[in-house]
């Protein structure tokens, strides 16, 4: 049972990481702006094609 | 306006307003101009129609002020350098402030303007901040091209003195997100950490682990300390330096005393200690925080003269015209001012007739005539013709700016006198008297109960609940306001909006409606034919005085109209329909026996008529007040004591009396420091002011009043500094704002009381020194869920019996 130790610390590392991840998210400004992201992907991304046409 | 072309009209296919069909594209769209009908135009050669295809008419009208006004000082250096975020001789980068973005079609637009730009890399768009940041290569696109292009769109950058100043980027927020998380995170584990002990499997399993977990949660609740709490030791301090015990000193020793208490229990005693409730009170006291911090990033509550100034004037150099940035404008300087520009510095009329319009300024409602040699002072619109003026001292120095930096007031430690923070005055001692007289006694029989007890009171007395009734009712109430138009700087400004006992307006643009007056004929009877013939006449004339005339006519009828003239300074006439028509002052007139001061340029303005000769009276000006605004005034009439504080003439009194009642106190004339003493005059006798205004004139008033309040008739324009900016169409609202406010004050009450009674349930446990850590994680959080939940479900029931929406 002595495995047990290291499982909690190991989950425990696991959770920090996923904390370390939305600390990095906020640090660099995702949610600076949380509105137009909604907007932004109801845009269709026609211009792309556009410029595959003329190239 | 509207229903004069309802029978010819369509809407413009790029901004929707109603137009005729006079302007159409190849494909028969109709436009209200030539502007709109480029735009629209432009996006349809570069394959962009899919911005009329997200909203319905997303356009905005190309304003032909903007798109011909000159940004050719952005080709300076000095400019450029300041406004920029980053610089490369390859990439800039800059941020720019467009107001008028209002919907997805605005965010398409503005993020594929790469399409058709050469030279624009990338741009994106923060809608909640109303700001557009782009990438650009200099080299090909010059800074000056972008804002340009942006202007023929009709999203023209609002670029401020301001703004090069400082832009302080507001970071505060991230880091709270930060200690939010971080505070959860460890809540959570903790919780889970101290299951084994919730459910008394201590004794089933191996000691050791146990023991080890409690270790653990020790770890965890380190960075919650330190970090998470470090918010509350801040401010904690912060009062203590302005000799206040406020809510956050009761907080800071009670986590302080759970983390030592619980590291002496675990490490010592090898007990479970109080982790999981030192985690939970912090993460729900940093919610609170959050909730509370709901800010309206495109608003500017601390706006000064600067915001309202332009960043640049022409100036006519060795006879070429040039733009000069305002902080390098000298006395000397020849300045040139076209229609509707700002004058931005005191200066001496050189050339040209002016007519200035100083509503924002000092509250008077007519354009005051100026006359060659004439001193102007900054901060007045020219209405008419284009100006030559010498400056006579640097922006900085002139008459407005002073008077605006005497009135200067010190912002308040508001937080301090908090309805929260006067309890704290109480209950801070009390608490720390319980403790030490909890000690004592038990110190008689066994020290180390009389420690044990002393703590726990300190701990379980944390008064979390009481610190979060406020956030939560108050953060609620300020969302509502804003949903309705009704803005405040931050939830605070609604303690103080309860406590008000009197409430004074402003006139000019706060209760009437700035630019909109009524013509009102004084003399002989019009017939229908005639007032058609005037208006007609009052349509060729660019005059701000004879604009409203012109809605005398029906524009259907065209009137043939010959021979116009305009002489400057006394009038227009023209053969309208074979009748000799003339506008103007008296003389011109003939109205020779009266009022010779009336006129086209009169200070009281008249506009005499007189047709084929023959003098038949005048028109007088009416300003427009808001609609519903007499029941505004008598239902708040029944709480509080009514004023006007006018910089106007008393013109509109006899007409505004009865709204406001006969108690009200009346005040017109007024300069902008006669405002401010009558503010502090009030406030002297015990008075607890609401300052309702609008212009320049009243931010000195706005500032020394309990709460001020800045009329705006959309929430881009310029409002001086205040507590809050209120949507001119939500002036009714301000009854039941109040109410509300009123209100949310006694519903914080409430929870007090609530959170007092599961204080002397815990307290009692504690005294006898009982108090198990489950019975605090217990008793914790729950008393802190109970109030937020009351209170926010309390706050939002009555917003929505008052008819928020």
Not at chain 1, 43 to 54: A, G, L, P, W
Not at chain 2, 479 to 490: A, E, I, M, S, Y
Not at chain 2, 576 to 600: C, I, K, M, P
Request: aromatic residues 10%; glycine residues 8%.
């Amino acid at each position: 049972m002595d495995v047990m130790y290291v499982l909690i610390g190991f989950s425990l590392v696991v959770a920090i990481g996923f904390l370390a991840a939305f600390f990095w998210a906020v640090r660099s400004g995702q949610f600076d702006d949380v509105f137009t992201p909604a907007m932004r992907m109801l845009f269709e991304n026609k211009t792309k094609k556009k410029e595959h046409r003329d190239s | 306006m509207a229903e004069l072309r309802t029978d010819t009209s369509t809407a413009c296919a790029h901004c929707g307003e109603l137009c005729g069909p006079d302007i159409l594209s190849e494909t028969g769209e109709a436009f209200c101009c030539t502007g709109c009908r480029t735009v629209y135009a432009l996006l349809h050669d570069h394959d962009l129609g899919d911005y009329y295809r997200l909203e319905s008419r997303p356009g905005i009208k190309p304003d032909a002020f903007s798109a011909e006004s000159s940004f050719a000082y952005l080709d300076d250096d000095s400019v450029a350098d300041r406004l920029l975020d980053f610089r490369s001789p390859t990439a800039c980068r800059i941020t720019f402030s467009i107001p008028q973005m209002h919907c997805s079609s605005c965010v398409w637009l503005l993020e594929n303007l790469h399409v058709f730009t050469d030279g624009l890399s990338e741009s994106r768009v923060d809608f909640p901040r109303r700001t557009l940041s782009a990438v650009f290569d200099p080299s090909v696109l010059s800074l000056r091209q972008l804002v340009e292009l942006l202007a023929s769109l009709g999203y023209t950058p609002d670029i401020r003195l301001k703004q090069l100043e400082s832009r302080p980027v507001d970071r505060s927020m991230r880091s709270l997100y930060a200690r939010v998380a971080l505070a959860g995170f460890c809540f959570g584990n903790v919780m889970l950490l101290s299951f084994p002990h919730y459910l008394g499997l201590d004794g089933l399993t191996d000691p050791r682990y146990a023991q080890y977990f409690s270790y653990l949660t020790i770890l965890l609740a380190l960075p919650v300390l330190f970090y998470g709490g470090a918010e509350f030791f801040a401010s904690a301090y912060r009062g203590l330096r302005y000799r206040t015990v406020t809510m956050d000193v009761p907080i800071a020793i009670g986590i302080t005393i759970l983390f030592a208490r619980s590291s002496y229990d675990i490490i010592a005693l090898g007990q479970a200690g109080y982790m999981d409730s030192l985690c939970g009170l912090v993460f729900f006291l940093l919610l609170g925080r959050l909730y509370q911090r709901k800010t309206y990033a495109a608003l500017s509550f601390d706006n000064d003269y600067r915001a309202y100034f332009p960043i640049a004037v022409h100036v006519r150099e060795s006879g070429r015209e040039v733009t000069r940035p305002l902080d390098k404008l000298m006395p000397g300087d020849r300045m040139l001012i076209r229609n509707g520009e700002l004058i931005p510095a005191d200066s001496v009329l050189i050339r040209g007739e002016g007519l200035i319009d100083y509503s924002f300024v000092t509250g008077e409602s007519e354009p005051v005539a100026v006359r060659t040699g004439d001193r102007i002072y900054a901060g007045g619109r020219q209405t008419g013709e284009r100006l030559e003026l010498d400056v006579v001292k640097e922006p900085s120095q002139s008459y407005l700016i002073q008077l605006w930096n005497k009135q200067a007031v010190a912002p308040r430690p508001d937080d301090l006198t908090s309805l929260a923070n006067r309890v704290s005055r109480y209950f801070t001692p009390a608490i720390l008297g319980l403790a030490a007289a909890t000690g004592l006694v038990w110190a008689f029989r066994d020290i180390g109960t009389a420690v044990n007890a002393a703590t726990a009171v300190l701990v379980i007395a944390c008064p979390c609940a009481l610190a979060l009734a406020t956030p939560f009712t108050l953060g609620t109430l300020h969302r509502w306001f804003g949903r309705n138009g009704l803005f405040l700087k931050d939830p605070s400004v609604l303690e103080r909006l309860a406590d008000i006992s009197h409430i004074l307006f402003d006139k000019t643009g706060t209760i009437t409606i700035a630019g909109a007056r009524v013509p009102e004929f004084e003399g002989d009877p019009l017939t229908e034919v005639e007032s058609q013939a005037i208006a007609a006449l009052a349509g060729h004339s660019t005059h701000p005085l004879a604009r409203p005339l012109v809605a005398l006519g029906n524009a259907d009828e065209p009137v043939e109209i010959t021979d116009f003239a305009e002489t400057a300074g006394r009038g227009i006439r023209a053969v309208v329909g074979g009748r000799d028509v003339r506008l103007g002052s008296a003389v011109w007139t003939g109205h020779e026996g009266d009022d010779t001061t009336g006129g086209l340029l009169a200070a009281e303005s008249r506009v005499y008529v007189s047709i084929d000769g023959a003098p038949r009276g005048y028109f007088r000006y009416r300003n427009v007040t808001r609609d519903g605004l007499p029941e505004t005034l008598s239902s708040l009439r029944e709480h509080y004591r009514l004023g006007l504080l006018s910089g106007d003439n008393d013109s509109d009194r006899e007409r505004l009396a009865p709204a406001f009642g006969e108690a009200a106190d009346m005040r017109f004339r007024l300069t902008p420091h006669d405002k401010l003493t009558h503010v502090r005059d009030l406030a002297r006798a015990g008075e607890k002011v609401l300052m309702v205004g609008d212009g320049l004139n009243d931010a000195g008033a706005l500032g020394a009043a309990e709460v001020g309040l800045a009329v705006t008739e959309n929430d881009s324009a310029f409002s001086p500094a205040s507590d809050g900016i209120l949507r001119a169409d939500a002036l009714g609202l301000l009854p039941s704002a109040l109410r509300l406010a009123r209100r949310s004050i006694s519903i914080i009450k409430v929870c007090f009381v609530i959170s007092l009674l599961y204080n002397v349930v815990g307290l009692y446990f504690a005294v006898q020194g009982l108090l198990s850590p489950l019975l605090a994680a217990v008793l914790m959080p729950l008393s802190s869920v109970t109030v937020v939940v009351l209170s926010t479900v309390a706050i939002s029931r009555s917003a929505r019996k008052e008819g928020l929406a």
